[in-house]
């Protein structure tokens, strides 16, 4: 079930993004893009935890990228959605197999998923929202932004260095 | 990298690019990966509070038998999602059934309780704690454990039971028991005749002896029986135990050493152990079923190892064994150390060695062919020349060809004789 989940999640994550580098004629980045999607399909396969934490960078840093470049929001949000929800997954399907067939697996699965939908539509919501807005990148979003993030990062610092 | 740090890295690396460039689509992006990281923290566990209790179907065991381990955690703490449970027990054990690791999801004041079935080798296994790691929803914050439950299991030798050795010490203790101690007195065997005395039983009146001397009485004396004082060397050294493709004689030695003691205490000795291989394992003399404890524990966690400094038995520290006491040497013998045991036996121990035959163990799982028979009779010559040179100095020796059980050739060899031959006073 979560594997199945999961192949969802990479064909969706690699797919997104590599149709819409296929408009603009990337062909490069798209074969890279599948090659890679390939990759981690297999990784997944022989629960190769190890591989998803560089995949996920490359994705969502490819979904950046085509933000930039302007290429539609959409399947860039579900480009890099598809790569949380497969990262997420990559790590729970490594916990799975460490625990004996005699566990309520199916139980924590269904649980596991059920969770994880609602997170990934609460958080392609609030993603389409913010795009559909469209909101100004003022003077004043900017300094409240900046602001945010010296305190976040401070707080991280902060985080980090207690753990 | 951990999953919170990679999360935090992309949230701030999309908010950064989004300040850098003005495009609010990169804050917009960034928006799954912030839900998906507050929902992890919020449900992240705060504090693991987890009761623990193993126990095992029994603390002693014998190789490759096998013993459930049952483990009941109970969650004193809030509910955690996802609980990762791991007893840590040795890889030199072997999982049988179940499993020592589960995955679970554990609500406040609930209880888990599984079992597995394990067996080993012989060893002294030390069960150190649970590791536990709890979980959040996603397991963005997940908090690691190690809660303390000690156990220990003792796989100790199998031991195979004896009957009787006959040993003959030049020196017992007062205590009675089963050797004979060169002294007349209550016994079993005759040992001379002596005037009567008032008090002996009239039975022991030598009637023939008191015809021919018609001015007093004769009385038989019989030779009293004692206990000694044991002490069983067991080689561990690597030279002599171990043989190509980790195949070893040191399980059949431990047996044997087992065994002997387990013997001698029954017959009441006072038995001590030296293990000699890396270093000096001593345990020290004593009596009875407490010794045989203490005894099987050392044998439990004997291994052979290699020094340069106990490569000759020249290091065996004799000021341990009481004079004239009985050490018995269980070893497949070297070449070197012949002298060692006739200087042991010039100093007045009766030296016994029980030596595990270490040609006919390489030739049980050597190829038949010319060759290897040459070297064999080769190699057979030497030993049985060592042998003979060693019990020739007066030093007892039972060479034991492990394929056959250990008690059958103690009896023949060293057990007591057959009723029919006791009963004309025959000998072996």
């Known amino acids: ?163 | 990298m951990s999953r919170t740090f990679l999360l935090i890295l992309i949230i701030y690396a999309l908010l950064l690019a989004g300040l850098a460039t003005l495009h609010g689509e990169f804050v917009g992006l960034a928006l799954p990966f912030v839900a998906y990281l507050l929902v992890g923290f919020w449900r992240a566990p705060d504090e693991i509070k987890l009761e623990v209790y193993r126990t095992l179907s029994t603390e002693r065991a014998v190789p490759d038998e096998n013993v459930v381990v049952t483990v009941d955690v109970t969650n004193q703490g809030a509910d955690i999602e996802e609980l990762v449970l791991e007893d840590i027990c040795s890889p030199k054990l072997t999982v049988r059934s179940g499993s020592p690791r589960h995955l679970l999801s554990l609500k406040k004041g609930d209880s888990y309780s599984w079992t597995y079935t394990i067996n080993g080798p012989r060893g002294s296994y030390l069960f150190g704690g649970i590791k536990v790691q709890a979980m959040d929803y996603f397991g963005v914050r997940p908090g690691r454990q190690q809660i303390h439950a000690r156990s220990e299991l003792f796989i100790f030798p199998p031991l195979t039971r004896l009957k009787y050795i006959k040993i003959r010490t030049r020196r017992t203790r007062v205590y009675s028991g089963t050797i004979p101690a060169r002294l007349g007195g209550p016994g079993v065997e005759f040992f001379g005749l002596r005037e009567y005395q008032p008090g002996d039983p009239p039975r022991w009146i030598n009637w023939r002896a008191s015809a021919r001397h018609s001015e007093s009485l004769y009385a038989n004396e019989f030779q009293q029986e004692r206990v000694a004082d044991v002490g069983i060397v067991l080689d561990g050294r690597e030279k002599t135990n171990q043989f190509p493709g980790e195949r070893s004689l040191f399980e059949h030695s431990v047996l044997a050493t087992a065994s002997l003691a387990d013997a001698f205490l029954s017959q009441g000795n006072r038995v001590s152990l030296l293990h000699y291989g890396r270093y000096l394992d001593w345990t020290l003399p004593a009596y009875g079923k407490v010794q045989r404890e203490r005894i099987l524990h050392a044998l439990a966690h004997a291994q052979t190892g290699g020094s340069p400094v106990f490569s000759g038995l020249e290091h065996i520290p004799v000021r341990l064994f009481p004079a004239h006491s009985q050490v018995v040497l269980v070893s497949p013998l070297d070449a070197g150390d012949m002298d060692v045991l006739i200087q042991l036996r010039a100093r007045g121990y009766q030296i016994m060695v029980i030596s595990p035959d270490p040609v006919s163990f390489e030739l049980s799982y050597l190829p038949e062919n010319s060759s290897v028979a040459l070297a064999a009779r080769v190699v057979r010559m030497e030993r049985d020349l060592l042998i003979k040179k060693l019990q020739h100095a007066g030093v007892q020796v039972l060479d034991w060809n492990v394929a056959h059980p250990f008690d059958q050739v103690i009896k023949q060899r060293l057990g007591p004789p057959p009723a029919l031959l006791r009963a004309i006073g025959g000998r072996i």
């Open chain 1, 1 to 163: 079930m979560s594997f199945f989940a999961f192949v969802i999640s990479v064909l969706m994550g690699v797919g997104s993004l590599a149709f819409a580098y296929s408009g603009i004629g990337q062909e490069r980045l798209v074969y890279g893009l599948l090659a890679l999607g390939a990759f981690w399909l297999y990784a997944g396969w022989r629960r190769w935890a190890w591989a998803s934490s560089g995949i996920i960078l490359i994705l969502v840093t490819a979904a950046g990228y085509g933000l930039w470049i302007e290429l539609s929001p959409g399947w860039m949000i579900a480009g890099a959605l598809g790569a949380l929800l497969a990262w997420d997954l990559s790590e729970f399907l490594r916990r799975l197999k460490v625990a004996p067939k005699t566990d309520d697996l199916r139980g924590m699965q269904r649980r596991h998923l059920a969770r994880l939908t609602i997170v990934a539509l609460t958080g392609l919501l609030l993603a389409s929202i913010s795009m559909l807005v469209r909101l100004e990148f003022t003077l004043e979003w900017m300094m409240l932004l900046a602001v945010v993030g010296v305190l976040g990062i401070t707080q991280l610092v902060a985080w980090l260095r207690r753990g």
